[in-house]
C-alpha cells in the first residue's frame, strides 16, 4: 500500500509538472489555438481528480471467474469463468484467471491541427490535409465535424506498481507517442482509407444500418455487440476509419473518433487482443476489434460522470457539460480501458 501511494504520488507530481501549460511547439496559430483550449489543463485539482477516477475503474477484479473487488458502479462481464490456467512460459505452469481493466492509453481529440491536451502542447508536425480540419459539406448543406488525434501509450498499473508481482503487467514504464494521425494520409480521405478497410463495402446499404439499431439499444444498457462490429451503437456507424464524423454530438463525435482510431490500430496491427481463452496466455493479433474490450472516459475536460463508458453508449447519459463553450473548444483527452484475462502465477 505504501509503494501504491508513493508511486500514486511521484506520477501526479509528474503530471503537474509536465503535463501542465508546457512548451508550445508547432505553428503560432496552432500554438496559440492549442494553449487556450487546454487553459485548464494544468489544474492540480483536475488532475488529481482524473488520477483518482482513473485508478477507480479499474474495477471490478475477478479471480478466478470469481468478483473479488467491487465495481463501484462500474460495469464489466465474466471473460473467463474456469478457476485455473495453464500457460508454456516456457513449459506448462498452473495459475489463477485474473481479469480487470487495464488502463493502457490516452487518446487526444482535437480538431486543431497537433493539438495534444494531455500535455497542453501543440506538436511541430506538418499536417497532411492543409491546416483546417472543420469542413462543411456543401453539397447537402450538413456540418461535418473532422478530427485529428494522437494515441498516446499510458501504462498507468505498470506506473504504479500495481499487478507487477502476478505476472499480468510488464515493466514498462514509459509514456510515449503510438500514432499521430496527422502525417497518416489514410486518416485524411474516405477513399484512401478503404486500403485497410475494404468490408466498409458490405454495410453501407440500409439493412446493415438498421442492425445498428440494436446495438445502440445494448450499449445503452451494458455493452455494444461484437458481431456488429461496423455500428458503434449511438454513435454512428465504424466506418470509414477516417477523420470525419456526422450526425452525433460533440462529445460523442470525440468518442466515436477514439473508438474508430482503436479499430483502426487493431486493423494493421499495432493494438492486439487481451480477452478470452486465446488471451489467457498473452496478446494475440485481433484485425476485427471486439468493441467490449474497450471503455472509455474523457478526462479532459472535467466531467462529473465517473464512471468508464462502454463503446456507443448515448451521450444523454454522460455528457453533460462536455460541449459548454466556456469549458471545451473541440478538444478532448480520452483515456481508453482494455479488458484484460491473463493467467497469474
Known amino acids: 500500500m505504501k ?11 509528474f503530471s503537474v509538472t509536465l503535463f501542465g501549460d508546457g512548451g508550445q511547439a508547432g505553428t503560432p496559430a496552432a500554438s496559440a489555438a492549442c494553449k487556450a483550449a487546454t487553459k485548464g489543463s494544468s489544474s492540480a485539482t483536475q488532475i ?17 471467474g470469481v468478483q473479488t473487488v467491487p465495481g463501484m458502479g462500474t460495469e464489466d462481464y465474466v471473460n473467463y469463468p474456469i478457476s485455473y490456467c495453464v500457460c508454456p512460459k516456457p513449459w506448462p505452469m498452473p495459475g489463477v ?9 490516452i487518446i487526444d ?5 497537433n493539438c495534444i491536451p494531455t500535455f497542453g502542447m501543440s506538436m511541430p508536425i506538418a499536417v497532411v490535409a492543409g491546416s483546417s480540419f472543420q469542413e462543411i459539406n456543401k453539397s447537402n448543406t450538413q456540418n461535418k465535424e473532422s478530427y485529428q ?11 504504479f506498481g500495481m499487478f507487477a508481482d502476478s505476472m499480468c503487467q510488464t515493466s514498462d514504464t514509459s509514456i510515449d507517442f503510438g500514432y499521430f494521425s496527422t502525417i497518416d494520409p489514410l486518416w485524411q480521405n474516405d477513399m484512401w482509407s478503404i486500403l485497410v478497410n475494404p468490408d466498409a463495402f458490405l454495410f453501407a446499404n440500409p439493412i446493415a444500418q438498421f442492425a445498428c439499431i440494436a446495438d445502440a439499444l445494448t450499449s445503452m444498457f451494458g455493452f455494444s455487440l461484437d458481431p456488429l462490429y461496423w455500428c458503434f451503437g449511438s454513435w454512428n456507424q465504424t466506418f470509414p476509419l477516417t477523420k470525419a464524423t456526422t450526425g452525433v454530438t460533440s ?10 482510431t482503436l479499430f483502426k490500430l487493431h486493423r494493421q496491427f499495432m493494438l492486439m487482443g487481451s480477452i478470452g481463452p486465446t488471451g489467457i496466455c498473452g496478446s494475440y493479433p485481433m484485425p476485427i476489434m471486439a468493441k467490449s474490450q474497450y471503455n472509455m472516459y474523457p478526462i479532459y475536460p472535467l466531467m462529473t460522470w ?40
Not at 48 to 64: D, E
Not at 109 to 113: A, D, E, Q, T, Y
Open 149 to 159: 488525434i494522437t494515441y498516446i501509450k499510458y501504462p498507468l498499473l505498470s506506473i
Open 109 to 113: 481529440v482535437s480538431n486543431i491541427p
Open 3 to 13: 509503494k501504491l501511494l508513493t508511486n500514486a504520488f511521484l506520477t501526479i507530481f
Open 251 to 260: 462529445p460523442e463525435s470525440a468518442m466515436a473518433i477514439a473508438a474508430r
Open 48 to 64: 488529481l481528480t482524473n488520477t483518482y477516477s482513473s485508478v477507480l475503474n479499474i474495477l471490478p477484479i475477478r479471480i478466478g
Open 97 to 105: 484467471p485474473l481479469e480487470y481493466w487495464q488502463p493502457n492509453s
Open 306 to 345: 465517473p464512471y468508464r463508458i462502454p463503446i456507443g453508449r448515448t451521450g444523454f447519459i454522460w455528457s453533460a457539460g462536455q460541449d459548454a463553450p466556456v469549458v471545451n473548444s473541440h478538444v478532448w483527452s480520452i483515456i481508453t480501458y482494455k479488458k484484460r484475462t491473463c493467467c497469474a502465477f
